[in-house]
């Protein structure tokens, strides 16, 4: 099931520099969309969404923008801290299908370097 | 803040014996799931329950599995023979979900670790 993508498996930036993640998905059918962090031995936890008839959300640092032709999103975290280094999963679901499953990418590991 | 706790953390069991995983939901939330992770897996969806009966369940979710809300608190996922591949982190989940079709957010628990040997 590759409905759900994040094709970069790692990613390393400098302390106070800018995070960029991405996420890609297949089915049009999707349109509410998620991130989450998460720790070792943790559960995952909520950052941010997006609803597919918005193209950006904020939430101080934290920044998602999604590009419904290209079936595209991102998370920008600026400015990017030693406590963001985790692991990030996008998700999606298809709510106006009436479905309540999440689907997840594979996730991305996060290091942020000192 | 409100959280969803998970018991047991980490349960080991011999193949072929039932177990149960139990959450316990953040108090106002209306939906509640199931997720597992095999390692090195992305997370996957199991099933999700709502008003005492299952909404929506994937293909993993067999004769195998079942849920419950016993006593309108705990939330309960039952494995009845396990096996092998059932050794995964199992993460519940729980969202507000004020109406059918609302956009909430699922609140997930730290999992529990199960270990079918």
């Known amino acids: 099931d590759q409905q759900v993508k994040q094709n970069s498996p790692s990613l390393s930036v400098q302390e106070g520099r800018i995070s960029i993640l991405n996420c890609d998905y297949t089915n049009s059918m999707f349109d509410y969309f998620l991130w989450y962090k998460k720790y070792p031995a943790e559960g995952p936890t909520f950052l941010i969404s997006?609803?597919?008839?918005?193209d950006k959300n904020e939430d101080g640092r934290f920044t998602v923008f999604l590009n419904k032709s290209a079936k595209h999103l991102s998370l920008h975290i600026v400015p990017s801290q030693p406590g963001d280094s985790a692991v990030y999963f996008c998700?999606?679901?298809?709510?106006?299908?009436?479905?309540?499953?999440?689907?997840f990418g594979q996730g991305t590991r996060l290091t942020i370097n000192p | 803040e409100p959280e969803v706790t998970q018991t047991p953390s980490h349960q080991v069991t011999q193949m072929g014996q039932e177990v149960i995983l139990r959450c316990v939901p953040i108090s106002n939330h209306l939906y509640f799931y199931w997720y597992r992770q095999i390692l090195g897996q992305k997370v996957e969806f199991l099933v999700s329950?709502?008003?005492?009966?299952?909404?929506?369940k994937s293909e993993i979710f067999d004769d195998q599995f079942s849920v419950e809300r016993p006593d309108g608190s705990n939330f309960t996922l039952k494995i009845r023979s396990t096996k092998l591949e059932d050794s995964a982190m199992y993460f519940c989940?729980?969202?507000?979900?004020?109406?059918?079709?609302?956009?909430?957010?699922?609140?997930f628990g730290p999992g529990t670790r199960l270990l079918v040997l």
């Open positions: 997006i609803s597919s008839i918005k």
């Open positions: 998700a999606a679901s298809a709510v106006l299908q009436g479905a309540q499953k999440l689907v």
């Open positions: 329950f709502y008003n005492n009966e299952i909404s929506e």
């Open positions: 989940a729980t969202s507000r979900g004020a109406s059918g079709r609302s956009r909430e957010t699922q609140y």
